[in-house]
């Protein structure tokens, strides 16, 4: 009986196709009068009648109809088409998709759900859009790569597929992420020379250590493994080994997903010594100078790096002379007996070009201007590689951006034109400081800054620091302007007040300083600049409890109150790699300030030097030397309140912040006019984070002083008066930027010194 019945509806089912199809396609054509839409819910009717090939009007037939249907299937917004025909009117019957409402994402703690909201927007998922359910297969394929991506191989994702009204779904990916693949085994083969410890050592991937959850070594990453193979490959082609390659690499995933062995084959082939260089092809008559460009060197061994570094060298000095196009090709001539290679450098110049224009891509929110300004290379002008390095070096220096590069583009039926693009990355640019120590004496003392550099992407920087203690009350204002001209000149507008007193209680003495300053940087060469500025500045002895001797010898003599005018002028170069976390390059700052008028007159001048220098992959060996001077102007006394201070982190670690030096008959340090120290640190690899150099561990030796005659005090301040300490600590580059924390031992101290054995600060490198 119900064998019967599903025969009889079959039966029937077809004879309604055979209906329907007949009322779409088994007509003769027509001209068409008139044309209605019916089920349209949210597309609009014009959607629909641009998309039909035939029009009131048209002679209708079965190829069109056959050409409406899969038009509008084609549109991606409708799950059924129908074309019927009632008389000579053609009704198009449509069923809309449904409409993503909502996507939401259960158990995903590895990713924020705004980049899985992206990543599926990207395969054409997202509230708003139709339905589909060939998307939403592409949408699970694609969160199973992010996973993937992330070593997460045993992610499992579930997709619920909820309807509500008005033909829309709510879609729910659930997410099992399951455990991360790691990496359990690392091993090469077929290496002879080397040992695989020392092969492995390279690899920013390993097997794991203690700190695997910060750094992540261990986590399969098929971007990182290409990376170290090419990291071993550059390490085989720098001694010599001119054929070496990578013969295979398997990586292999355990059944339980979550363990993977990586195994790379290589052969080394023999160790080829350079015999001779030879120059081949148009040099343009400047043969000598591309001569002086090589660093090859014949009877060494064959170093891939140096062949690039020279084949570069040789196309950038092409570019200086407009021929951006020049090819510079390295040919090999191996003679397998001797184990000897002869290296020909090719040139082919090619053709003169100029910049025809010069775009700027990826500043989302720096404006062109502020990128534009540091171009040396012209629009219209013969292309030159200097001015283009140039260029790229000056906005990367701006420090707004966490990638530049700039990209050549020739221009299509202009052979001697190129188009130049300045790729950015934007980063961000705000910078969060913050200081503290701990004695048993003082407690706790904290302090933060913060500053803008690229205020509303304008390029101008905007900072404040405060400090709320009871002991030292700052506020800082200051506000630069780069461009303050259209030379590069720029403007820096400070205003401060500042108090101080040794002790929490309000009944001692004070010392509050307020002003503010004016002052102008000028660039007399692309790596150096002048700053000149003026200031006023008065500063208040509020008499009290335990007010230093030097404190009332200096206001019995000029009162308690002393106005200032200084006029100030300074120097600063910066060749390091990164103000965050260098290694290589060096650092110049020199400082000079008079005030030539007012109550206080004095000359005041501080240089800075640091110097970054690469021991190894791993290691950098760093130092810092700092020198201050002050001096009295005319027949006035130094002012007290302009000592030097020392002690603590960018000083002498170990000591208290600002303790060394000169003391009053009451303990309370007063500073000096004269300042020394010296920094000499070893940075290494946090045990167990490999190579990761946002984290690592230093040793260091402090050295310094602060002395030199001061309000009548006779101070001896020469070598017998030096502190040092010796100490570790680390160095962590923090979202909020570098942290750094030191344990130190004074190693030369004495019997009035302040101790701090532990210091930690955020925001200085140093």
Request: a neutral charge; proline letters at 4%; hydrophobic letters at 35%.
């Amino acid at each position: 009986m119900q064998f019967n019945r599903f025969r009889l509806n079959a039966l029937s089912a077809l004879a309604a196709l055979a209906f329907v199809s007949q009322s779409a396609w088994a007509v003769s054509p027509f001209t068409v009068r008139d044309i209605r839409i019916e089920g349209l819910q949210r597309v609009e009717p014009g959607t629909v009648f641009v998309s039909l090939p035939v029009q009131v009007g048209d002679v209708y037939n079965d190829d069109k109809g056959s050409a409406a249907i899969r038009a509008l299937f084609g549109l991606g917004l409708f799950k059924d088409v129908r074309i019927e025909v009632n008389g000579d009117v053609l009704v198009v019957v449509v069923e809309e998709r449904p409409t993503v409402a909502d996507v939401e994402f259960v158990g995903t703690k590895e990713f924020d759900k705004e980049v899985l909201v992206k990543s599926l927007r990207d395969v054409g998922l997202a509230d708003g859009r139709p339905f589909d359910k060939a998307q939403l297969d592409r949408a699970e394929q694609e969160l199973k790569r992010q996973y993937i991506n992330r070593s997460l191989y045993a992610a499992q994702v579930v997709t619920t597929v909820t309807p509500i009204e008005r033909n829309r779904v709510n879609l729910t990916f659930t997410v099992i992420e399951g455990e991360p693949a790691k990496i359990s085994e690392i091993r090469i083969v077929g290496n002879k020379v080397f040992s695989e410890s020392t092969l492995r050592n390279l690899f920013d991937l390993d097997t794991g250590g203690w700190l695997s959850w910060y750094t992540k070594s261990n986590r399969y990453s098929r971007a990182k493994l290409n990376a170290d193979i090419e990291t071993l490959r550059s390490y085989y082609l720098t001694r010599g080994y001119l054929e070496f390659k990578v013969d295979s690499t398997q990586v292999a995933i355990a059944p339980n997903k979550t363990d993977i062995g990586i195994t790379i084959n290589i052969s080394e082939g023999e160790r080829f010594v350079v015999s001779s260089v030879k120059l081949a092809g148009n040099y343009l008559g400047k043969d000598d100078e591309f001569k002086s460009l090589v660093t090859i060197r014949p009877g060494e061994a064959y170093n891939a790096d140096e062949v690039a570094k020279t084949s570069k060298a040789f196309t950038d000095y092409f570019g200086n002379f407009g021929y951006a196009f020049a090819r510079v090709e390295a040919t090999p001539e191996v003679d397998r007996v001797n184990n000897r290679v002869a290296l020909t450098l090719q040139a082919n110049p090619s053709r003169r070009a100029y910049v025809r224009k010069i775009n700027v891509a990826g500043n989302t929110r720096t404006r062109d201007v502020v990128v534009r300004r540091e171009f040396r290379q012209l629009e219209s002008s013969w292309y030159d590689g200097d001015k283009i390095r140039l260029s790229r070096d000056r906005v990367d220096r701006l420090g707004y951006f966490g990638e530049v590069s700039v990209e050549t583009h020739e221009v299509p039926g202009a052979p001697d034109q190129v188009d130049l693009t300045l790729n950015v990355t934007e980063k961000p640019t705000g910078s969060l400081s913050l200081g503290a120590g701990f004695t048993s004496g003082d407690g706790l003392g904290l302090s933060f800054g913060l500053k803008q550099e690229n205020a509303f992407g304008s390029g101008n920087s905007l900072g404040v620091q405060v400090n709320t203690s009871k002991i030292n009350r700052v506020l800082v204002l200051n506000t630069t302007d780069p461009y303050f001209t259209e030379d590069g000149v720029s403007r820096t507008i400070d205003v401060y007040q500042k108090t101080s007193s040794p002790y929490q209680d309000q009944s001692y003495y004070k010392l509050i300083t307020s002003g503010a300053g004016l002052r102008f940087g000028v660039p007399f060469t692309e790596i150096d600049t002048v700053f000149f500025g003026a200031g006023f500045e008065r500063t208040t002895i509020e008499p009290g409890t335990l007010l230093p001797t030097a404190y009332l010898d200096y206001a019995k003599e000029y009162g308690y109150s002393s106005n200032a005018i200084p006029l100030t002028v300074g120097w600063s170069r910066d060749s390091r790699d990164s103000a965050l976390a260098p290694t290589k390059g060096k650092y110049q700052r020199a400082n000079a300030e008079w005030s030539f008028a007012g109550d206080a007159r004095y000359l005041r001048a501080t240089y800075q030097y640091q110097q970054y220098l690469p021991l190894s992959k791993q290691y950098t060996a760093a130092l810092n030397a700092e020198l201050g001077l002050g001096r009295s102007s005319g027949d006035r006394s130094f002012p007290v309140f302009k000592n030097f201070y020392g002690g603590g982190l960018g000083s002498v670690r170990g000591f208290e912040q600002g303790s060394l030096g000169p003391q009053d008959i009451s303990g309370t340090s007063i500073g000096g006019s004269r300042k020394f120290n010296l920094n000499m640190e070893i940075l290494a690899p946090f045990p167990g984070a490999g190579n990761d150099r946002t984290l690592r561990m230093y040793g260091f030796w402090d050295v310094g002083m602060v002395g030199g005659p001061d309000a009548g005090l006779a101070i001896n301040a020469d070598a017998s008066k030096l502190r040092s300490s010796v100490g570790f600590g680390i160095s962590w580059i923090s979202p909020v930027g570098p942290l750094r924390l030191a344990l130190a031992k004074p190693i030369r101290k004495f019997d009035n010194d302040r101790i701090q054995t532990m210091q930690f600060q955020i925001g200085t490198s140093f």
